[in-house]
Nanobody
Framework: QVQLVESGGGLVQPGGSLRLSCAASGSIFSSYVMAWYRQAPGKQREFVAIITSGGDVNYAGSVKGRFTISRDNAKNTVDLQMKSLKAEDTAVYYC?????????????WGQGTQVTVSS
């Protein structure tokens, strides 16, 4: 069982920045595939960014160039640095972990953290 706890959400103005963090339990965090998803009101949850155990990253087209995912295996954390935020980035952001050996979906989810982009 993997527990994930997100933090760092809040209210930010358009064009601003915010850094989300997800703390994970488990002694083999370095082998987890970690991702961020988000869900806006009335919409389905969507993929935002992913980082593999080897450090390879990928992003949704809507956030590429603005968001950066990173991990610290010593601290069991994965961060999402968000810049140039837009109103359409407003959502609940969820951390997701997929674990060995199968790395199967859905994996484990955190409780989510609210990000609101508004003036």
């Amino acid at each position: 069982q993997v527990q994930l706890v997100e933090s760092g959400g809040g209210l930010v103005q358009p064009g601003g920045s915010l850094r989300l963090s997800c703390a994970a339990s488990g002694s083999i965090f370095s082998s987890y595939v970690m991702a961020w998803y988000r869900q806006a009101p009335g919409k389905q949850r969507e993929f935002v960014a992913i980082i593999t155990s080897g450090g390879d990253v990928n992003y949704a087209g809507s956030v590429k160039g603005r968001f950066t995912i990173s991990r610290d295996n010593a601290k069991n954390t994965v961060d999402l640095q968000m810049k140039s935020l837009k109103a359409e980035d407003t959502a609940v952001y969820y951390c997701n972990a997929k674990t060995p050996p199968s790395y199967s979906s859905p994996g484990y989810w955190g409780q989510g953290t609210q990000v609101t982009v508004s003036s």
